[in-house]
């Protein structure tokens, strides 16, 4: 099987811009729905962003317009670029194959899913 592994967190202050990448080792992902779940502290995961197949994108009411989603079957890469950040965005990014709803517990999430990174943290500060 392979292995998600994210990059690119950290901490900047509101407005600031983060890149966050999840390669994936090990097999492909032509054929797997991906998506960026976060997890807040004492939240459930929530769904930011995913992307299909087919190329097409969601995204969470919360993030729209901020936020952008990209897949790069060649490098087996998923990309969120992360703009106008705010300290509500403050959370754990996982990184997804395959999507199980929009929110739910990250261990639910996790054994559903084909691949499922081990997260980074992304802090916002005011």
């Known amino acids: 099987g392979g292995q998600l592994v994210e990059s690119g967190g950290g901490s900047v202050q509101t407005g600031g811009s983060l890149r966050l990448s999840c390669i994936l080792s090990?097999?492909?992902?032509?054929?797997?729905?991906m998506g960026w779940y976060r997890q807040a502290p004492g939240n459930e995961c929530e769904l930011v962003s995913s992307?299909?197949?087919?190329?097409?994108?969601w995204y969470a009411d919360s993030v729209k317009g901020r936020f952008t989603i990209s897949r790069d079957n060649g490098k087996t890469s998923l990309y969120l670029q992360l703009n106008s950040l705010k300290p509500p965005d403050t959370a754990v990014y996982h990184c997804?194959?395959?999507?199980?709803?929009?929110?739910?517990?990250?261990?639910?999430?996790?054994?559903?899913?084909?691949?499922w990174g081990q997260g980074i943290q992304v802090t916002v500060s005011s």
């Open positions: 997804a194959g395959e999507i199980l709803g929009r929110r739910a517990e990250c261990a639910t999430i996790r054994g559903y899913s084909t691949y």
């Open positions: 992307i299909y197949v087919d190329g097409t994108t």
């Open positions: 090990g097999s492909t992902f032509d054929d797997i729905d």
